[in-house]
């Protein structure tokens, strides 16, 4: 089974990206081998990964397999803590480009702010020299907050994309203004919520029913209708071309404002000023 290739949105600099991606935490090497093959078959375009998920170079290999000619798919990956400064930043490019076994990174991202270290805005001072010699298409961070993109920003510096933890449970309404105001486009981790809690809420179910789709189709239909790049992770080929097949359904104004009203405190919720790696 294959789908229509998702459609794409363009960044501030002009670089496009899928709308819909392929997450790969937590596969190892070898599961995401397979997966990412499977994935590109099936019309993925777009891949998501990360220095801390140990799996680059099973992306990377999956890619060689599928034979599809590398500028055909955007690659995504992020780097931990310790090259937080502007030379670390190259360092973690070029050790994710030999372990990715590719030329150039389509958006390289900070994995997480660190702000008990303090050397955010030294590794995206990185990431822009990298970008300038043309190591990067795109550059952005993942997990900042409101008070760590104020940073960059008072260094008069802007992501091309924030990646965060979004779904109909978690809407980070602060977040998404501040992206809307500075033109940084939105990406959603954990699209699909953790374990099958979220998929079981009584709102996304009967949507789903409605419209003859799973609920995790409606919950990332959801985040697509609104312009935010969501990159859900399956191993299994009946779901990652479910979750790929998204593009045929609209949801109406009345269903967006429905699964609007689902957001929920958290406690639980990673918090990026005391965790990260």
Same mark, same amino acid.
Request: glycine share 8%.
């Given at each position: 089974?294959?789908?229509? %290739?998702?459609? /794409?949105?363009?960044l501030?600099n002009?670089v496009?990206?899928?709308? +819909?991606?392929?997450?790969?935490w &937590?596969?190892?090497?070898d ?5 990412v093959a499977?994935a590109?078959r099936?019309?993925y ?5 990360a ?10 290999e999956? %890619?060689?397999?599928?034979g ?5 798919? @955007?690659?995504?990956?992020? @780097? ?5 400064s502007?030379?670390?930043a190259?360092?973690?490019?070029e ?6 076994g590719v030329d150039y990174?389509?958006?390289l991202?900070v994995h997480w702010?660190?702000?008990?270290q303090g050397?955010?805005v030294?590794? $995206? #001072?990185g990431?822009?020299k990298l970008?300038? =010699?043309?190591?990067?298409r795109?550059?952005g961070? /993942?997990? $900042?907050?409101? =008070?760590?993109?104020?940073r960059? $920003?008072?260094?008069g510096?802007v992501?091309?994309l924030?990646q965060?933890?979004l ?5 980070r309404d602060?977040?998404l203004a501040?992206?809307?105001q500075?033109g940084i486009?939105?990406g959603?981790?954990?699209p699909?919520g953790?374990?099958?809690a979220?998929l079981?809420?009584?709102v996304i179910?009967a ?10 189709q409606v919950?990332?239909r959801?985040?697509? #209708?609104?312009?935010?790049i =969501?990159?859900?992770? /399956?191993a299994?080929p +009946?779901?990652?071309?479910?979750? +790929?097949?998204?593009f045929?359904f609209t949801?109406s &104004?009345?269903?967006m ?11 639980d919720?990673l918090?990026?000023? /005391? $965790?990260g790696?």
């Amino acid at each position: 089974m294959t789908v229509p %290739l998702a459609p /794409s949105l363009t960044l501030t600099n002009g670089v496009r990206v899928p709308l +819909l991606g392929l997450g790969t935490w &937590p596969m190892n090497d070898d599961e995401a081998a397979v997966t990412v093959a499977e994935a590109l078959r099936l019309g993925y375009r777009h891949l998501d990964t990360a220095e801390n998920y140990g799996n680059e170079r099973g992306v990377g290999e999956g %890619l060689r397999r599928a034979g599809l000619p590398r500028e055909e798919v @955007f690659i995504t990956t992020k @780097f931990n803590r310790q090259w937080h400064s502007v030379d670390g930043a190259r360092q973690a490019c070029e050790a994710s480009l030999a372990r990715l076994g590719v030329d150039y990174i389509d958006l390289l991202l900070v994995h997480w702010p660190n702000p008990d270290q303090g050397r955010y805005v030294e590794a $995206f #001072q990185g990431l822009v020299k990298l970008q300038e =010699a043309g190591r990067v298409r795109a550059i952005g961070t /993942s997990n $900042f907050k409101p =008070a760590h993109l104020q940073r960059l $920003f008072d260094e008069g510096l802007v992501p091309h994309l924030n990646q965060i933890q979004l779904d109909p449970w978690h809407h980070r309404d602060d977040l998404l203004a501040i992206h809307h105001q500075k033109g940084i486009t939105t990406g959603a981790w954990r699209p699909l919520g953790c374990g099958n809690a979220m998929l079981a809420d009584p709102v996304i179910t009967a949507i789903a029913t409605a419209h003859a789709r799973t609920p995790a189709q409606v919950v990332l239909r959801w985040i697509v #209708q609104q312009g935010i790049i =969501a990159t859900p992770k /399956s191993a299994n080929p +009946l779901r990652l071309a479910q979750n +790929l097949d998204i593009f045929g359904f609209t949801l109406s &104004p009345a269903e967006m404002a429905a699964l609007d009203t689902l957001d929920r405190p958290d406690p639980d919720m990673l918090d990026a000023d /005391s $965790f990260g790696h």
